[in-house]
């Protein structure tokens, strides 16, 4: 990760805004060096506060498929997907179905995020297969994680909440040991553009269709990165299912996205300004 020279550091001056820290992610750049390397390995996390937002999220990848992941900035899992379903692809002119365990080619995640169309709140579940291995029992009331050994002591393990997702390193590192998988950690710091940043900013503002066209904006950046990072593969498919090119030409579903956008625009205009009489 590239860093700014040792003898440009902030710390050789007496700077009182930390210009130089700033802009050589001094602080960023120490915390992401951190990431898998202390008691706790957070594979899901969501903040905004003053400072900005900033978002962690994780997935396991085939040791296959590292080399090719570090080429590109992209997430290789988009929270919220990852869950099982259906691909379709088309074969010598014969439509093919195929269920997906994980839907991302082989990325599968630690940590599934479920969304209820805003009729119950957003759930997270910690990995079944992860939770099975180690035998967690799983304390409801506090939403944690416990290992019990065979003298009765107590280790808890994973603890979940909708902001956060934390679990010990070591029962990580056995989990990708036992499935010869890699972890990949993923995330934007404070005072990077993102969506969940806009998100948060519409929810603030009480903008009335932050999940229609949070969903669109989600949608449009999933079909560009999966077409184009990741030579359209299983995730594109269930992209391209999800915006109606399974059934319909590009021309139409092009323009059908850009009703949907100018759609968002329109209403985001009049919320934000309102005619004037």
């Known amino acids: 990760m590239p860093r700014i020279p040792p003898e440009l550091s902030a710390s050789q001056y007496s700077?009182?805004?930390?210009?130089?820290?700033?802009?050589?992610?001094?602080?960023a750049i120490s915390e992401i060096d951190g990431l898998g390397c202390g008691e706790w390995t957070v594979l899901y996390e969501f903040q905004n506060d003053s400072s900005g937002s900033r978002c962690f999220y994780s997935a396991l990848l085939p040791n296959a498929c590292v080399a090719d992941a570090l080429k590109h900035d992209n997430w290789d899992l988009t929270i919220g997907f990852g869950a099982p379903g259906?691909?379709?692809?088309?074969?010598?002119?014969?439509?093919?179905?195929?269920?997906?365990?994980?839907?991302?080619?082989?990325?599968?995640?630690?940590?599934?995020?479920?969304?209820?169309h805003g009729i119950k709140p957003r759930q997270f579940d910690l990995s079944e297969e992860f939770r099975l291995l180690h035998n967690l029992y799983h304390d409801r009331h506090n939403d944690r994680y416990v290992h019990i050994d065979n003298r009765g002591n107590e280790t808890i393990v994973a603890e979940v909440s909708n902001g956060r997702v934390r679990v010990l390193t070591r029962f990580v590192r056995q989990y990708m040991a036992a499935r010869q998988l890699a972890l990949a950690l993923f995330f934007e710091q404070p005072d990077e553009k993102s969506i969940s940043k806009f998100e948060r900013y519409l929810e603030n503002h009480q903008y009335p269709s932050t999940d229609r066209d949070i969903g669109l904006l989600r949608t449009l950046q999933d079909l560009r990165s999966s077409g184009a990072a990741h030579a359209k593969g299983k995730n594109f498919d269930k992209i391209r299912k999800k915006v109606g090119l399974d059934v319909g030409s590009p021309k139409d579903v092009f323009r059908s996205l850009l009703v949907r956008v100018n759609q968002m625009l329109d209403?985001?205009?009049?919320?934000?300004?309102?005619?004037t009489e």
């Open 15 to 27: 700077m009182g805004d930390d210009s130089l820290g700033r802009l050589g992610q001094v602080s």
């Open 86 to 116: 259906f691909s379709q692809r088309r074969t010598d002119g014969v439509d093919v179905v195929e269920y997906d365990r994980f839907g991302s080619d082989g990325v599968e995640p630690v940590v599934y995020s479920r969304d209820f």
């Open 267 to 275: 209403h985001l205009i009049s919320h934000f300004i309102p005619e």
